[in-house]
T-cell receptor, first 111, second 108 residues
Framework: EAQVTQNPRYLITVTGKKLTVTCSQN?????MSWYRQDPGLGLRQIYY???????DKGDVPEGYKVSRKEKRNFPLILESPSPNQTSLYFC??????????FGSGTQLSVL | QKEVEQDPGPLSVPEGAIVSLNCTYS??????FMWYRQYSRKGPELLMY????GNKEDGRFTAQVDKSSKYISLFIRDSQPSDSATYLC????????FGAGTTVTVRA
């Protein structure tokens, strides 16, 4: 089954404790992206990747890192999380300019 | 000014009504236009996809694009309670930009 898998689904952490949210897709897509979704603000892009070892900033990259060492995986790293990073996060993959397939989301709370 | 502006809602309609959702945009480079549906606490899923001006129908859903006015719409005919969700417009040149979403509730 074609899918984008994110883990974990829910995460509660404390300020400053490094964390990683994993994302994996099995559709051989070149394009992958991370979004955060906040009430009234919609989906905002954090980082995206056009292919292996090619990543670029989206609209709200501050406080986040990503890597794309393999085509299927695109982890999101928060080196020192802060409460303003409490949000619902989505990973997505697709072909450039075409539809995106989204993961089920990760609800992150930073205390 | 945001690149994509979406009517904020929320919308509440009786079952069987026509739902009309709208977005405007400012970037003339957008070539692809999409509507995503998102149920509560789930990832968005693609509903409609088009790259040209005009209408596209898929069952009860019609997507309308007017590039000259930089305006897109989604119409849902014979709305059902199962259509209750948040609808997101999205547009792309090489990068996808989303509207903030409109939450629709269809009352049985």
């Amino acid at each position: 089954e074609a899918q984008v898998t994110q883990n974990p689904r829910y995460l509660i952490t404390v300020t400053g404790k490094k964390l990683t949210v994993t994302c994996s897709q099995n559709m051989n897509h070149e394009y992958m992206s991370w979004y955060r979704q906040d009430p009234g603000l919609g989906l905002r892009q954090i980082y995206y990747s056009m292919n292996v070892e090619v990543t670029d900033k989206g609209d709200v990259p501050e406080g986040y890192k990503v890597s794309r060492k393999e085509k299927r995986n695109f982890p999101l790293i928060l080196e020192s999380p802060s409460p303003n990073q409490t949000s619902l996060y989505f990973c997505a993959s697709g072909q450039v300019g075409e539809k995106l397939f989204f993961g089920s989301g990760t609800q992150l709370s930073v205390l | 000014q945001k690149e994509v502006e979406q009517d904020p809602g929320p919308l509440s309609v009786p079952e069987g009504a026509i739902v009309s959702l709208n977005c405007t945009y400012s970037n003339s480079a957008f070539q692809y236009f999409m509507w995503y549906r998102q149920y509560s606490r789930k990832g968005p899923e693609l509903l409609m996809y088009t790259y040209s001006s005009g209408n596209k129908e898929d069952g009860r859903f019609t997507a309308q694009v007017d590039k000259s006015s930089k305006y897109i719409s989604l119409f849902i005919r014979d709305s059902q309670p199962s259509d209750s969700a948040t609808y997101l417009c999205a547009m792309s040149d090489y990068k996808l930009s989303f509207g903030a979403g409109t939450t629709v509730t269809v009352r049985a």
